[in-house]
């Protein structure tokens, strides 16, 4: 076969591959389309409002890292209280060997007994 | 939201996919009846198959769905994207087959016939069935770039970018192949019509 007759058989294939897909198949990838097009409108969604009220919550929640760093505050002052009230075993010990009973600090009275002044007046 | 048909008819690819992308629904329509049968024909030429050959082209119109939002204009032309996800999808059509052929004891026990023999009878029917035949014979990169530059009419940078190799790597491709092709089909001339005819100077 010489190239020029293959060259005509190319043009033939050309032409009789420009033969219309079958309609089940163009209706498959459009019915594709429209599927993927319905979807990508759907996560896209309507515009966010903005939302009302909680201002100062929200300013906070800003100032301390948002909702997470709101929330390991609020656990920590919780975790403070609870200590400082059950004062668990642990910690009265090391209390008592930092600071023992015997080296608790005098009462100094920097203000005299304001009866005493009474007689005087 | 949708134009008419008519007025989207000579828009380019491109445009039509951002309309695509916008919720126009003629583009959607547009674009498949522009695009569908160019990729089905490159598929079914590369795999000989038409119904994988449809389900390929089905497929490769479904990535182009879902990338029409992130599609970035002036980077690339939405065929030659499209040609180059064929041709990965056909690739990946072919390694199953070559590793399902491996693992079937029939298949190797009975080694695929390369001979003009094997589509004696196919050659009989007509030319068209003949060139598949023939093409059917070839690698599969020479193939590729024959029926992309041959039969899809794609220039060879287009080519080069579809297939991911350099401009000369697909001239000695397609030369290859074309070499090949007529040297299967020599054997089928007069079959084909072609004894009175197309005689080299």
Known sequence: ?121 | MSMPLDDLAHLPEETLLALYAAGDRSAARVLTLRLTPRILGFAARLLGDRAEAEDVAQEAMLRLWRIAPDWRPGEAQVTTWLYRVVSNLVTDRQRARTRRRADSLEDAAEPVDESLGAYATLLERDRMAALDAALALLPDRQRQAVVLRHLEGLSNPDIATIMEIGVEAVESLTARGKRALAAALAGQRAELGYEDEGVSP
């Open chain 1, 1 to 121: 076969m010489t190239p020029q007759d293959l060259e005509e058989l190319f043009a033939e294939a050309r032409a009789a591959h420009s033969s219309a897909a079958p309609p089940d198949l163009l209706a498959r990838v459009l019915t594709d389309a429209y599927a993927v097009q319905d979807l990508q409108d759907a996560q896209a969604g309507p515009a966010p409002v903005a939302r009302r009220g909680f201002g100062l919550l929200r300013l906070c929640a800003g100032l301390f890292g948002g909702t997470a760093g709101i929330a390991g505050l609020a656990t920590a002052m919780v975790a403070g209280v609870a200590i400082g009230l059950v004062q668990p075993a642990p910690v009265s010990a090391m209390t008592t060997l930092l600071w023992p009973e015997e080296a608790a600090l005098d009462t100094i009275e920097l203000i005299p007994n304001f009866g005493a002044l009474l007689p005087e007046g």
